[in-house]
C-alpha cells in the first residue's frame, strides 16, 4: 500500500513532461520565424525582394535595400599611387671611366706629382696615389721604351735622307738639262718624292701614337742639328721616352704600375674617372614594371637618399634605362640613371634609396575594395543601370593593381581582358560598394531557379 502514492506521483510527472515536449513541438515553427535573422528571411521570400531583370541584372526591392544596408560609390579617376622606393646604390659612370695604356712596351721611369699641403701647412710634391685628382694633360707617368725611340730614329732617317736629296736636286738645277742626263735628272726628282712619301708616313704614324705635335717638333729638330752636326739637345736624352697624361679631368680610381716595372700595351696602368656625374642603380619588382615603362622620359625623375644618412637632403636625378632582364632570385630588374655630383660629396657604392613619384594613369579608374567580388581569377562588380527602380547589373572588370582600401581597374579592357569577359566601367558610374555579396548571392540563386523565384 506505501507504493501505491509513489507510481501515482510519476505517471503524473510522465504525463506533465510528455505535454511540455508535445507544446514545444507545435511551438517550434513559430519560435523559429520569430527568431530567424532577416539574412533568412529574404532568402525565404527571395522572390519578392529580388527579380531577375535580365541574364545579369536584378531588380532590389526597397526592403530588400533595407535589409542588406545597400550603399553605392560613384567610379572615380585613378589616383597617382603611392612613390615607389627602390633600393640601389652608387656606381662609376662607364661612361666617364678611362683605362690608361702604354702605347708601347717599356719600363716606367717616372711617376707624375701632385703637390699637397702637409700638417705644417707647407707645400710639397708627391708621386700620384689612388684617389688623387688630375687634370686632363697632367702627366701620370713616363715609360722607356725602345719602340718609340725607333720610329722617331725612322723620322730622322726620312728627314734626313729628303735633305740630302733636295741638295742633289737644286744642284742638277743650277747645271742645267744641258750638263745633266735626263735620266739622272728624272732619278732625282723621284727620290725626293719618295723621302716625302716616308716623311709624312713616319710623321702620320708618331701621330697615331698620340705624340704632341710639340714632341714631333722636338724630333724635327734633332734630324736638323744632327745634319748640321750640332750639339744633341735635351730631347735626344729623352729620345725613348714615352709620356702617359691623363685624357680627362678626373680622380685615380687604380694605379697598378711604380718605378722600374715593366709594362706592356696591354696592362691597365690607371683607372682615371670624372666623378661630376655618377650612375645610379637601383632595382625595381617585376610587378612594378609596367608603371616605369609607360612613363614618359620627361617623367622619368627620381629623388636619391642615402641610407647612411638619415638627415640628408633628397638629390634630384633622372634616370633612362630599364634594364632587360629579370633577377632570378629576387624578381627585380635594374633600372640605371644619373646623379650631379660636382660637389664630390657622394662616393662609390655607397647605398642609396631611389624614391620614384608616378602620375596617375588616365586609363584607369578607382573604386573601394568593398565593392570587388572575386571568384578565382575573376573580378566583378554591381553597377546601378537603373537608378529610380534600383535595378544593378554585375559586370566582370580588369582588375590592374589592388590596394589596401581601393582598387585600380582599367576603364577599357585591352583585347586579352575582353577575351576573358572584362567589360568597361567608366567614370561617374555608381557601383554597390555594401551589400555586393549579398546581391551575387542572390543573382545566383535567382539564375539557378528562375521560375520559382518568380
Not at 78 to 100: F, H, K, Q, T
Not at 134 to 148: E, M, P, R
Not at 208 to 213: G, N, Q
Amino acid at each position: 500500500m506505501s507504493r501505491v502514492p509513489h507510481i501515482h506521483h510519476r505517471l503524473i510527472t510522465l504525463v506533465l513532461v510528455t505535454g511540455l515536449v508535445i507544446a514545444a513541438v507545435l511551438a517550434y515553427p513559430r519560435l523559429v520565424s520569430i527568431v530567424k535573422p532577416p539574412e533568412a528571411v529574404r532568402h525565404s521570400h527571395g522572390s519578392v525582394l529580388f527579380t531577375l531583370k535580365g541574364e545579369e541584372t536584378i531588380q532590389v526591392s526597397p526592403e530588400a535595400v533595407v535589409a542588406i544596408g545597400l550603399k553605392f560609390v560613384e567610379v572615380g579617376h585613378a589616383a597617382a599611387p603611392e612613390p615607389l622606393r627602390l633600393p640601389g646604390y652608387l656606381l662609376v659612370d662607364p661612361n666617364s671611366l678611362v683605362p690608361i695604356h702604354s702605347r708601347f712596351p717599356g719600363e716606367v721611369a717616372e711617376i707624375g706629382t701632385t703637390e699637397e699641403v702637409d700638417g705644417r701647412g707647407e707645400r710639397h710634391s708627391r708621386p700620384l696615389r689612388f684617389g688623387d685628382n688630375v687634370k686632363a694633360g697632367q702627366l701620370l707617368a713616363v715609360v722607356w721604351s725602345t719602340d718609340i725611340g725607333q720610329k722617331k730614329s725612322e723620322l730622322v732617317d726620312a728627314l734626313s735622307k729628303l735633305a740630302l736629296d733636295e741638295t742633289i736636286l737644286k744642284k742638277l738645277h743650277k747645271a742645267g738639262l744641258v750638263a745633266v742626263p735626263e735620266r739622272q735628272w728624272i732619278e732625282a726628282e723621284r727620290n725626293v718624292e719618295a723621302d716625302k712619301i716616308l716623311v709624312n708616313s713616319a710623321l702620320r704614324t708618331l701621330r697615331s701614337w698620340r705624340l704632341t705635335e710639340e714632341e714631333i717638333a722636338s724630333v724635327m729638330e734633332e734630324a736638323r742639328q744632327l745634319r748640321e752636326n750640332q750639339q744633341q739637345t735635351a730631347a735626344a736624352q729623352t729620345w725613348s721616352e714615352l709620356q702617359i697624361r691623363s685624357p680627362t679631368d678626373g680622380v685615380i680610381l687604380e694605379k697598378n704600375v711604380n718605378v722600374g716595372e715593366v709594362v706592356g700595351t696591354s696592362d691597365n696602368l690607371f683607372k682615371v674617372a670624372d666623378l661630376a656625374t655618377i650612375q645610379v642603380l637601383a632595382y625595381v619588382y617585376e610587378e612594378d614594371l609596367p608603371m616605369f615603362e609607360q612613363l614618359r622620359p620627361d617623367q622619368r625623375n627620381w629623388q636619391i637618399d642615402l641610407k647612411s644618412d638619415p638627415n640628408d637632403r633628397p638629390r634630384p636625378g633622372k634616370f633612362s634605362l630599364i634594364g632587360a632582364v629579370i633577377d632570378q632570385t629576387l624578381r627585380t630588374a635594374p633600372i640605371v640613371g644619373w646623379l650631379d655630383n660636382h660637389d664630390h660629396t657622394l662616393r662609390i657604392n655607397q647605398f642609396i634609396t631611389a624614391t620614384v613619384d608616378l602620375p596617375a594613369d588616365p586609363a584607369m579608374v578607382m573604386l573601394p575594395t568593398s565593392a570587388l567580388i572575386e571568384e578565382g581569377r575573376t573580378a566583378a562588380v554591381f553597377v546601378e543601370t537603373d537608378r529610380e527602380n534600383h535595378e544593378v547589373t554585375r559586370r566582370v572588370v580588369a582588375v590592374t593593381r589592388r590596394g589596401e582600401k581601393m582598387v585600380f581597374v582599367r576603364a577599357e579592357p585591352n583585347e586579352e581582358e575582353r577575351k576573358e569577359g572584362a567589360t568597361p566601367l567608366r567614370v561617374g558610374e555608381r557601383v554597390v560598394m555594401s551589400g555586393a555579396l549579398e546581391l551575387d548571392s542572390e543573382l545566383t540563386n535567382l539564375k539557378s531557379s528562375p521560375d520559382d523565384e518568380n
